[in-house]
Nanobody, 122 residues
Framework: QVQLVESGGGLVQVGESLRLSCVAS????????IGWFRQAPGKEREGVSC????????YYADFVKGRFTISRDTHNNTVYLQMDSLKPDDTAVYYC???????????????WGQGTQVTVSS
């Protein structure tokens, strides 16, 4: 059974940083896609960043480029999202998601975590 467990969310001020973690079980990060989505109140869920199945290529949404960095620790089966220079618009529930293919990650990942709240106060 695949489980994704996020942690690291919280309340921060504008310009501060947070690092989200997602520990995967029942699912290996190697040769699978894993990444982060977010959903703000009243808005649709949107893709933030992911590591693709070649284990090297990454995707970043335009609104986080230059501020967020995704990385993974295959030994601990964990993916991270380092979020710097946070803005109020980054306030959302952040979800870890995993997929067996890049196409599945783009369309709709098969596996989801419960989410972790990130709130950026001005």
């Amino acid at each position: 059974q695949v489980q994704l467990v996020e942690s690291g969310g919280g309340l921060v001020q504008v310009g501060e940083s947070l690092r989200l973690s997602c520990v995967a079980s029942g699912f290996t990060l190697e040769h699978n896609a894993i990444g982060w989505f977010r959903q703000a109140p009243g808005k649709e869920r949107e893709g933030v960043s992911c590591i693709k199945t070649d284990n090297v290529s990454t995707y970043y949404a335009d609104f986080v480029k230059g501020r967020f960095t995704i990385s993974r620790d295959t030994h601990n089966n964990t993916v991270y999202l380092q979020m710097d220079s946070l803005k109020p618009d980054d306030t959302a529930v952040y979800y870890c998601a995993a997929a067996r293919s890049d196409a599945q990650m783009t369309a709709r990942p098969a596996f989801w975590g419960q989410g972790t709240q990130v709130t950026v106060s001005s």
